[in-house]
């Protein structure tokens, strides 16, 4: 299992950048893929980027050309580089793991951190 913290979040402008951290523990080459999702206030949990085991990336329409998704294995960590922020960006931001562990799939969740991004 594993087990995941996030942390880069807080207030930017519009135009500004950000720089999302999600530290993994425990079993790390049971991961799959990782994730970033968003959730803002009165909508549902959405896909922003994710990146699988062999190097991948997936990205929402919204963010192509302004987020990039990375990982540093020697860190156990993986990055959301977030540029040109628009107020449309704010939300509640998580990180996720996929894998599967002793033959059984795993879905974690971190708790999230907030950014926002004033007018």
């Known amino acids: 299992q594993v087990q995941l913290v996030e942390s880069g979040g807080g207030l930017v402008q519009a135009g500004g950048s950000l720089r999302l951290s999600c530290s993994v523990f425990g079993s790390i080459s049971s991961i799959n893929v990782m994730g970033w999702y968003r959730q803002a206030p009165g909508k549902q949990r959405e896909l922003v980027a994710d990146?699988?085991?062999?190097?991948?990336?997936n990205y929402a329409d919204s963010v192509k050309g302004r987020f990039t998704i990375s990982r540093n294995n020697a860190k156990n960590t993986v990055y959301l580089q977030m540029n040109s922020l628009k107020p449309e960006d704010t939300a509640v931001y998580y990180c996720?793991?996929?894998?599967?562990?002793?033959?059984?799939?795993?879905?974690?969740w971190g708790r999230g951190t907030q950014v926002t991004v004033s007018a």
């Open positions: 990146i699988i085991s062999g190097g991948s990336t």
């Open positions: 996720n793991a996929k894998g599967s562990y002793s033959y059984t799939a795993y879905d974690r």
